[in-house]
């Protein structure tokens, strides 16, 4: 008798998910037969029976696949009807011979199942740390290369017990080739150390109890380790700080459950959502008023960042404790990667931490926390990193046949690999300007050409910074792979991973952050583009400014201050004015007199148009913040200051014309804020001036829309972290008549810049 046969391939996250155990399932329980496996990109899978069970069947797939894969294509097509070929239905082993690339899986939160058992009294994995199984834990952090089993991850130390390999073969299993499953008999064990090891039965209630004394602890977790320590007193926390020498930074939290976070910070539902999700990123909220953590966990500032456990050793850790919450805060020296290696950990942490929680298993791949914001109900991430890499964006409409590697900007960097249509934007990497971070990204450049199977690049893509390190490493590389360099600006590339998050090809973006290289040679930061595919316009921006002393000014904005009313005001008075601020100048008056002698003599001079420096200077101008210890530190506290603030006030915005662009005025926003000074409170005028510069933003961008006739505007770049700017350039906009977009799944700030220059290569070598 001749059976109806079809071959289904399938396209998405599909490679170490139990994707073909469902598969499996769902082809057995409608008496099926044929095979499935892996060809490296895709899933094949062939089936014999009558037309209406193989039907049944594709339906049943979509609606029951495992909860962490993603189906981006599912086809179907219909072979030759014939006899019975296969006897059963089967799982092939996965081919080490394919070409293309498949898709790895990010490392997920431990699922219920999993938690149930951890907490299960006589369940042979209870209070075990690593319990994970198909639909959870660990996998781009362990993985060193592709295909995706065991023996290519750091879980091949470990061989199976034989009740795990029983789980592991059988497709009925939870744990069918999970290749991250152990158990306390055959998988990785967590130790306690002091000075020495610490004898003991159970090191996660020890580790507790010592955070509960007030210890300081480094504890290893699964894509890096974390500073840990309690949250209700200011001193551990305070001590904490002193040893890092970061006294203002504010520092995530880890809390048990949302019901708990809910006691000391606003929870609204798609925060909580965004919480509980397998990504577990890490979500900044607003403090409640209640909020009854250490002030000097998020000093100043009126939220702070919170995440749930996302392993079962960070599960562990609450059930031996009532604290509300942990602080969890990466563990590296300033500026340098995240320690990942047990006796680097030890080394480097001494005297920063107390103890430490470590365990055997080796971490292959570093990835830090994620981070997201919402601003209204939009989420940004300030961080897109564990949980979301290496899960591609989609850019086959653009060109899928090159490949790209972009090196990102220099500070806040990710760098990202496009090969075949999809763009894989790295993890977290840092600041490239220390010698471990840059090292850090050349592996982590390696591994993921590894695992994206990319053997060589057609384009390598980089910043328009002659200085950057980044920028010389894309020059070594492209003599490497033989292939051109492309330089593109670093808020044209802002704009493009917009463009591309959005899928709108042109119209009007206002890239507004720190600073960035200009075409010019100056520094912008403050920019109204007109993109097209490929290419962009500058048709407004900020006022140019003076920077006397350059990057000192980003350190401290008082600088920019004066630099920002030395044309405009007598240099008597200035001084004279400068003088009430002597505190927020390094060397207080003789500082004074130095910068007023620069701005005189054009000495050591630069000129921005960033909208950072500005909102520094009004933050400084106001006695809020006058020396930046961390990043974004000065405007986040006027940020905070502006909440507390009513909107009785009004600060005009003026529209100017400079060398034939529009330009906004900062210098009148910045005497208007100085004279009101004088008689109104802090907090109104803080409010005022971060609408003045959000409104000009937008009336630069309504005009330049206007003239060029395009109907959408864009929000790009690290100001639009900021509530408040972000809410009013999109009301401004959209109250015009205009749509307002802002990055959706990627960052807003540097992290989307590899990304964006990815895009741009794409666009433009589209005939190499
Ligand atoms: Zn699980
Ligand atoms: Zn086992
Ligand atoms: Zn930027």
């Not at 594709?58 to 070929?85: A, C, D, F, H, R």
């Not at 890092?244 to 910070?265: E, H, Y």
């Not at 000014?553 to 240099?571: A, E, F, G, H, Q």
Request: hydrophobic content about 35%; overall charge negative.
């Amino acid at each position: 008798m001749n059976l109806e046969k079809a071959r289904i391939l399938v396209q998405g996250i599909v490679q170490g998910v139990g994707f073909r155990p469902t598969v499996y399932r769902i082809a057995k329980s409608i008496n099926l037969t044929g095979y499935v496996r892996n060809l490296g990109n895709v899933v094949e899978i062939l089936l014999e029976g009558e037309k209406s069970d193989i039907k049944n069947f594709t339906e049943n797939l979509k609606k029951n696949k495992p909860p962490i894969s993603k189906i981006n294509s599912l086809k179907v097509e219909w072979l030759k009807p014939g006899p019975q070929e296969f006897e059963d239905f089967e799982i092939f082993k996965s081919s080490e011979n394919f070409s293309g690339s498949s898709v790895i899986p990010p490392d997920l939160a431990t699922c219920d199942k999993c938690l149930e058992e951890v907490l299960k009294k006589g369940d042979r994995r209870y209070k075990y740390p690593f319990t994970a199984c198909t639909d959870c834990g660990p996998r781009f952090t362990v993985i060193r290369s592709v295909p995706y089993d065991r023996e290519r991850t750091s879980m091949d130390e470990f061989p199976l017990c034989s009740s795990c390999m029983d789980e592991y073969r059988d497709p009925e299993d939870r744990r069918y080739h999970a290749e991250a499953t152990c158990c306390p008999e055959c998988g990785p064990e967590v130790f306690l150390y002091g000075k020495h090891r610490v004898e003991s039965e159970n090191p996660i209630k020890d580790a507790v109890k010592l955070l509960d004394e007030g210890k300081i602890l480094a504890v290893k977790g699964i894509g890096g380790t974390h500073l840990v320590v309690k949250t209700r007193d200011d001193g551990p926390v305070k001590e904490l700080r002193k040893r890092l020498g970061r006294f203002n930074q504010p520092f995530a939290c880890m809390s048990p459950d949302v019901d708990t976070i809910k006691t000391f910070a606003e929870v609204a539902d798609f925060e909580e959502r965004t919480l509980l999700s397998r990504r577990r990123p890490i979500v900044v909220l607003n403090k409640n008023q209640d909020y009854y953590l250490a002030p000097s966990v998020s000093p100043v500032l009126h939220n702070l960042g919170v995440m749930l456990p996302y392993s079962a050793l960070h599960h562990l850790l609450f059930q031996y404790t009532d604290e509300p919450a942990f602080i969890m805060t990466s563990a590296n020296m300033p500026g340098e990667p995240m320690l990942i290696d047990n006796s680097d950990i030890i080394e480097k942490l001494e005297g920063v931490a107390d103890y430490f929680l470590l365990h055997d298993r080796k971490i292959v791949n570093r990835c830090d926390d994620s981070v997201v914001r919402f601003r209204g109900g939009d989420m940004a991430f300030i961080r897109r990193s564990r949980g979301y890499v290496p899960e591609p964006y989609d850019f086959s409409r653009i060109n899928p046949d090159l490949n790209v590697l972009a090196l990102g900007p220099e500070i806040d960097v990710t760098f990202s690999i496009l090969k075949e249509g999809k763009c894989y934007v790295s993890q977290h990497i840092g600041n490239t300007t220390k010698y471990e971070t840059f090292r850090y990204l050349q592996n982590a450049i390696d591994h993921l050409m590894g695992i994206t199977k990319t053997e060589s690049v057609d384009v390598v893509a980089c910043d328009l910074h002659p200085m950057f390190f980044t920028t010389k490493l894309a020059e070594e590389l492209a003599e490497k792979f033989q292939c051109p360099v492309l330089k593109v600006q670093h808020h044209h590339a802002h704009a493009a991973a917009l463009s591309v998050d959005n899928n709108v090809e042109e119209m009007i973006c206002i890239a507004a952050d720190g600073v960035g290289y200009g075409e010019d040679g100056t520094a912008w930061g403050g920019e109204i583009l007109h993109i097209k595919p490929g290419t962009y316009m500058r048709v407004g921006s900020l006022m140019p400014q003076k920077m006397a002393g350059g990057d000192l000014t980003t350190k401290y904005p008082m600088r920019m201050v004066m630099s920002m009313l030395y044309n405009i005001c007598d240099t008597e008075k200035l001084v004279e004015l400068m003088k009430n601020y002597k505190g927020y100048f390094k060397h207080g008056e003789k500082e004074i007199e130095l910068v007023s002698k620069q701005l005189e003599r054009d000495f050591n001079i630069n000129t921005t148009t960033s909208t950072g420096r500005v909102l520094d200077a009004i933050s400084s101008a106001l006695g809020i913040c006058g020396e930046r210890t961390y990043e974004g530190e000065c405007s986040m506290k006027l940020e905070s200051a502006a909440r507390m603030g009513q909107d009785s006030l009004e600060i005009p915005v003026e529209i100017k014309k400079h060398d034939g662009m529009d330009v906004l005025d900062t210098t009148q926003i910045m005497l208007s804020v100085l004279e009101m000074k004088q008689s109104e409170r802090t907090a109104d005028i803080a409010r005022a001036a971060q609408k003045a510069v959000s409104e000009g933003l937008a009336e630069l961008a309504l005009r330049a829309a206007e003239k060029s006739g395009l109907e959408v505007i864009g929000g790009s770049g690290g100001v639009f972290y900021n509530e408040a700017v972000s809410m009013t350039i999109k009301r401004v906009v959209e109250d015009a008549g205009y749509r307002f977009v802002q990055h959706k799944n990627s960052c807003a700030g540097d992290g989307s810049v590899s990304m964006g220059q990815a895009a741009v290569a794409s666009w433009n070598c589209r005939d190499l």
